[in-house]
């Protein structure tokens, strides 16, 4: 027994659908300026990194510093990706704190309880015709 949604019900879903879009697209976008963050960062360190190396000129460091800076941020992503399966822990989460996929995994619990109890009684069905049948 639903009722239509109300105009400022569709309006303000509508508004929290268009927040989430861009809040989506700033986080793709903040992911990338970590990266540009980090080479920003090696590169405002490197007179510390001078005294590090015990090199005069940083420059040449830098040209290997900054892309195995890049390869060791893939590498993690990759370990990320592939063996702590990141994307699906982080679905998983968001599936167990979502109120929407809790009621709709009670109902479809509900709906195979039921579907399993009427196979039941086809199943007694179809035995009780086969055994009024061969008798």
């Known amino acids: 027994m639903t009722t239509a949604p ?54 040449s460091l830098l040209v290997v510093i900054v892309p195995l800076g890049f390869i060791g941020v ?7 990706d592939r063996v702590v399966r990141a994307a699906q822990m982080a679905e998983r989460q968001s599936v167990r704190r979502s109120e929407v996929w809790t009621m709709h995994n009670e109902q479809m619990d509900r ?11 086809l199943m007694e069905q179809k035995r009780a015709r086969k055994r009024s049948g061969s008798k």
């Open 6 to 59: 109300t105009p400022l019900r569709l309006t303000l879903a509508r508004w929290r659908e268009a927040f989430f879009t861009q809040k989506y697209r700033f986080d793709l976008g903040q992911s990338f300026l970590t990266v540009v963050n980090f080479t920003l960062l090696i590169i405002t360190a490197s007179d510390k990194l001078m005294v590090f190396f015990a090199v005069e000129r940083l420059r």
């Open 111 to 121: 709906l195979e309880v039921e579907v399993r109890a009427l196979r039941g009684l």
């Open 74 to 80: 893939w590498l993690f992503g990759t370990f990320m």
